[in-house]
């Protein structure tokens, strides 16, 4: 288990590495240029220049690159260049609302998705099926803004049942989360029922069935352990898609976390944020997929980490 | 009273009670133009204490019956006319709570597939208390002491240990057994048992019929015995009942049926069956060029990683073999699963990358690299199973065709004439070429596959378990082709089975493998007539034999458990030495050191 542990901490490493090498290149080679941003239209190009040289962007890249790693190596994420405070700081004010949406969306997706996705694999080729089924490709294909609209104008709008925006109450976190999470409920909800259909066929689910177990009780302790594992591996993966949908649902929803920073700092090219926000979420993806793996040999036994 | 609660007949009752009669009954399928029969008025009565066989080939409708009597049918399928009577109740008309509870309480079921009947992510303990909680009012405790009984009751090496186990920890023979602890701990009145032993190797095969024996005479329960193997047949039943395309063929007692069969279905079924034995020593033919040769060939498989993703463990899956085939023979290799005899097959095929060295038609290959397109022309391969080696989107002409479009021989209408006479030579016809895979029955497959073989005139053929998935009827046909082509075209066999019957009836020269190794190795006169090792001794010992008559010795009856070839790195196994007791019949022993 250690050995196992110390293997995945050094592949963690050299992925958000890779992460770091990719994220800065590309904002290296964009056209869009921070100094820009910061100085202002009417500066003069001596300004623009000392200031590029302050913020040390006229060094070639690998220098830039270095340093950054240097800095990083030293806990030290750099300091925004429009605001003025540490892009660490920053993003550890903006987390607990972030953290507190995807688990809000994930608790969602699951309850939704996997409910969807057991009552459709036993109802297979009913009417209930087919309306579950319809009703998960719509979730996996509708826009996050125009789901996030709809709920705010029926749900906050219309029926005032939930706040327009904003954060704080749990009555704040319903609507996002809900957002969020009915993508992954779609895909959740496919998922398991193919998961599921293919565990009914298995020759143990007759076994249970010959005891004499009541239907609920096959189902529930035998079928559903077993169709759950893939799932949990894709729960790993999902938090990469997620940050993709915080951008979104953040700023429909006036949500304060990493999202809208993210999206504030894309607009004015501040890079620091970015390369800060693209590492936190690196970090949740393999932080995820490392959560996964280790939950699986927990309910199957046959795998073993190495 | 309900069901429930009606005293079980117990083994003091009396002897000739009937615990279980099913009359006419008949079994459809609901298709899209109606109902579709699967098993059509059939009738018998179980009597306590008493094997009835249901015997037949695949299709015939045998395990529908077994499952009609449990009420699993699949959700399309369903009993529509017809009784099936336990103390009494017709339980085609119980609903399904009252059911339940008769089902795994009174009538239990095993099944062929130990392998996958246990589920994966719960304890063997957890699942027998589970099926005793279901029907006995019993604390946890209580009914894991149940529990327990019922693996000791199976002979179940360490049982206390076996509980905390998850089913991948266990053997397919010890799973097996852990099945039959299910079935048997509520001593149910009647056990059916769906091919109970056709997933296992025949020792193990062995152990298991001992043990349903031996249960039936300690609770007199009485045994459904669904199987397609007309030897454990003979092996168990008292009574037999044969099927065929959903109807009974014919009725009897074991012995009559066996000694006077008087449908000629029966006939021809038992007519198919090989028989350890029967076929007569026959003058060993004059020396022939060898076609493969197999020089020290040794295959590993690294497992498990260490901190720096270095293995720890070493699968030794054929360890130092050297066996020749000569031109035009059959070569068998025999031995029970995990003995290499596959890993040998996908060897020469270039599938596995090995040390030694591999002769094929003269030359010389030492790596798997070496195994070229060339190679591979002369030595082609047929598997086990026929539906999963055809390409479900070609017409079988085109697969047949594949091999000759691949090494680039002949224009399109000569490589259609070569199929074309391939397929009549195989026993199929020529209009058959355009159609697809699933459009034949599972012997016309393994025609398919035989020609796909032969189409590039191969001097040698690796048939693993070519035979073994086929029915007896179609597998003595299919032997039969086999037979014809050695003979009319030349090519050797490497024929790999685990059925030693099979073997007997066709093979040449013979090796028996165990744990990488080969163990005995000479004529098939010389192996099976005068066997030297005591596992080739063992392996013979265990084969059931097509004879109700047959008395076989009684043997001390333990749990037997093969050892593991996952050894160490450090821990190479021992290598065996061959020596020669005579006219080129060796056997193995223990080497110095």
Not at chain 2, 119 to 135: D, S
Not at chain 2, 320 to 339: D, H, K, P, Y
């Amino acid at each position: 288990m250690a050995a196992y542990l110390a293997r995945r901490l050094v592949e963690s490493v050299l992925i958000l590495l890779g992460v770091t090498l990719v994220t800065f290149f590309l904002l290296y080679v964009l056209p869009a240029d921070p100094v820009r941003q910061i100085a202002g239209r009417s500066a003069t190009t001596e300004t623009v220049e000392s200031i590029r040289r302050q913020l040390g962007l006229d060094q070639p890249f690998w220098v830039q690159y270095g340093r950054y790693l240097w800095n990083l190596l030293h806990l030290d994420l750099g300091r925004s260049y429009l605001q003025r405070s540490n892009v660490s700081e920053l993003i550890w004010a903006r987390l607990p609302p972030t953290l507190l949406l995807m688990a809000g969306a994930i608790v969602c997706e699951l309850i939704l998705g996997l409910t969807m996705g057991i009552i459709a694999a036993l109802r297979r080729g009913t009417a209930t099926d087919n309306g579950l089924m319809i009703a998960s490709f719509i979730g996996v294909s509708a826009p996050q803004f125009v789901v996030g609209l709809l709920m705010l104008y029926v749900f906050a709008v219309q029926l005032r049942w939930f706040p327009i925006g904003g954060y704080g109450t749990l009555a704040h976190l319903v609507l996002p989360a809900l957002t969020l999470g009915i993508l992954g409920a779609g895909w959740y909800s496919r998922m398991m029922r193919s998961s599921m259909v293919e565990v009914l066929r298995q020759d143990f689910i007759r076994t249970a069935r010959a005891k004499g177990l009541a239907r609920h009780r096959v189902i529930l302790r035998h079928a559903l352990p077993n169709a759950i594992l893939p799932i949990i591996a894709m729960i790993g993966i999902d938090i990469g898609i997620f940050m993709g949908g915080i951008v979104v649902v953040e700023s429909v929803f006036g949500w304060p976390g990493i999202g809208q920073l993210a999206w504030q700092a894309i607009q004015r090219v501040d890079i620091p944020i970015i390369m800060g926000v693209t590492l936190v979420s690196a970090v949740a993806i393999v932080l995820g997929n490392l959560l996964a793996d280790l939950v699986t040999p927990l309910i199957d036994p046959r795998i073993r980490l190495r | 009273m309900t069901l429930a609660e009606a005293p079980k007949v117990r083994a003091d009752a009396a002897p000739a009670e009937t615990v279980l009669s099913v009359d006419g009954l008949t079994v459809s399928v609901a298709t899209e133009t109606g109902l579709r029969p699967l098993v059509q008025d059939i009738s018998f009565a179980l009597k306590r204490g008493e094997t009835l066989a249901i015997a037949g080939e695949s299709g015939s409708g045998k395990s529908i019956t077994s499952l009609a009597v449990m009420g699993l049918l699949p959700a399309n399928v369903r009993a529509t006319t017809g009784a099936v009577r336990l103390a009494g109740t017709d339980l085609l008309r119980l609903p399904e709570a009252r059911m339940r509870a008769i089902r795994g309480d009174r009538v239990a079921m095993i099944f062929q597939e130990p392998m996958t009947s246990l589920n994966p992510v719960m304890t063997v303990g957890a699942q027998l208390v589970e099926a005793i909680q279901a029907h006995e009012p019993l604390t946890r405790r209580e009914a894991q002491a149940r529990a327990l009984g019922a693996l000791k009751s199976v002979r179940l090496s360490e049982p206390e240990r076996r509980l905390r186990q998850f089913p991948h920890e266990l053997s397919g023979g010890m799973r097996q057994r852990v099945m039959i602890a299910m079935a048997i701990a509520l001593r149910p009145d009647v056990l059916i048992a769906d091919e109970p032993t056709t997933a296992l190797d025949v020792t193990v095969q062995r152990e298991v019929l001992d043990l349903l024996r031996d249960l039936r005479r300690e609770m007199g329960t009485a045994i459904i015995l669904i199987t397609h193997d007309m030897g454990v047949v003979a092996e168990m039943a008292d009574r037999v009942i044969v099927m065929k395309d959903g109807r009974v063929v014919e009725e009897g007692p074991a012995i009559r049926i066996f000694d006077a069969p008087r449908e000629a279905y029966t006939q021809t079924l038992l007519a198919a069956v090989p028989r350890m034995g029967e076929r007569p020593a026959e003058e060993p033919p004059p020396p022939r060029p060898s076609v493969c040769v197999l020089r020290d060939l040794t295959v590993h498989f690294d497992v498990g990683r260490g901190l720096l993703g270095r293995a720890t463990h070493r699968v030794h899956a054929v360890e130092g073999v050297s066996l020749e085939v000569r031109q035009g023979e059959t070569f068998a290799l025999v031995g029970e699963s995990g003995c290499g005899k596959s890993t040998i097959a996908k060897t020469i095929a270039g599938l596995v990358p090995f040390a030694g060295e591999i002769e094929i038609a003269g030359r010389k290959l030492h790596s798997q690299a070496d195994i070229t397109r060339a190679v591979r022309r002369d030595a082609q391969i047929v598997f086990q199973d026929p539906a999963a080696a055809l390409d479900p989107r070609m017409r079988v002409g085109d697969l047949v065709a594949e091999p000759l479009v691949i090494h680039g021989i002949g224009t399109p209408p000569e490589r259609h004439a070569t199929v074309e006479a391939l397929f009549e030579r195989v026993g199929l016809s020529r209009a058959q070429i355009g159609r697809y895979p699933h459009e034949f029955s599972g012997g016309q497959r393994q025609r398919i596959c035989i020609a796909r073989a032969l189409v590039l005139r191969p001097k040698l053929i690796v048939a693993d378990e070519s035979v073994s998935a086929l029915d007896v009827s179609v597998q003595a046909r299919v032997l039969q082709l086999l037979k014809e082509l050695r003979d009319e075209l030349g090519v050797s066999f490497l024929f790999i089975s685990h059925d030693m019957a099979v073997v007997d009836a066709f093979a040449d020269r013979v090796a028996v493998m165990f744990l990488g190794q080969i163990m005995e190795m000479g004529t098939r006169a010389q192996v099976f007539g005068n066997p030297h090792h005591s596992y080739t001794r063992r392996l013979i010992e265990a084969v059931p034999i097509p004879d109700p008559g047959h008395v076989r010795p009684s043997r001390e009856r333990l749990a037997s458990e093969v050892p593991s070839p996952v050894r160490r790195r450090d821990d190479p196994p021992r290598r065996l030495l061959l020596r020669d007791v005579g006219g080129g019949h060796l056997v193995a022993e223990a080497g110095p050191g």
